[in-house]
């Protein structure tokens, strides 16, 4: 069925773009696509197909994908969407690197949904996700003073958010996590949609950070990442 709904998006989409815009003809540049579990996110312990796009401008000092800064594969967008439909699976998480500083990343995400995936994007926030199918949930990394980029948060992206979004803080010490606070009340960010803290891994201890939210009855979500608890560190989980 997935492979009928595929040729159907597929078919259609020759109809509608020009042939520069048809998925056969427009490429991006792939790490890697996967199969595994979510785990980050409200998503996490869900099987996922993982489509993980090469390239990222930022250089957060705690970035655990660095592979994914160069390499990776020339592929058209319609052998992505046929790899994806291998997998005969329901969710799909494109990320990076940063997914979003390939411009044709907007295609596959609104081709995805069309095919009838539940689409989640990973992105830093620096990229501009007004373009988004609004389709897509977006889980918007906000980064912190500790990741060494936070001056590349491009805060307008925030008037895109819906409550099906997320937000992300990752957290290197308590200075990131007073700061974080310190922003979602600023901003009003738990009025927009959830909000995730997340602890760098082996960095700073989860029962802290845990220790701190409850101690300050923060509505935010903690978590850990699953996949690297059950796997470890590594391409391809």
Known sequence: MRHLILDMVLTS??????????????????????FSLQGETS?????????????????CGYC????????????????ILEEVSSYEAY????????????????ILLKLLCDAGYSVSLETSGAQDISRVDVRVVKVLDVKTPGSGEAKKNRWTNLK???????????LCDELDYQWAI?????????HICPILFSPVYDKLDP???ASWVLRDRLRVRVQI???????GEGPGR
């Open 13 to 34: 989409s020759s109809l509608q773009h020009t042939v520069a815009q048809k998925p056969e003809t427009e490429v991006l540049r792939v790490s890697e696509i996967f």
């Open 43 to 59: 998503r996490v312990g869900l099987p996922t197909i993982f489509v993980r796009l090469t390239g990222c401008p930022l250089r």
């Open 64 to 79: 655990d994908t660095e592979y994914a800064f160069y390499g990776g594969e020339s592929m058209a967008i319609s052998s």
């Open 91 to 106: 969710n799909v998480t494109v990320t990076g690197g940063e997914p979003l500083a390939q411009k044709k990343c907007l």
């Open 160 to 170: 895109y958010l819906a409550q099906q979004d997320e937000l992300k803080f990752v």
């Open 182 to 190: 310190e922003t979602i009340r600023k901003r009003h960010l738990d």
């Open 207 to 209: 029962a802290l950070l």
């Open 225 to 231: 990442q699953l996949h690297k608890l059950l796997w």
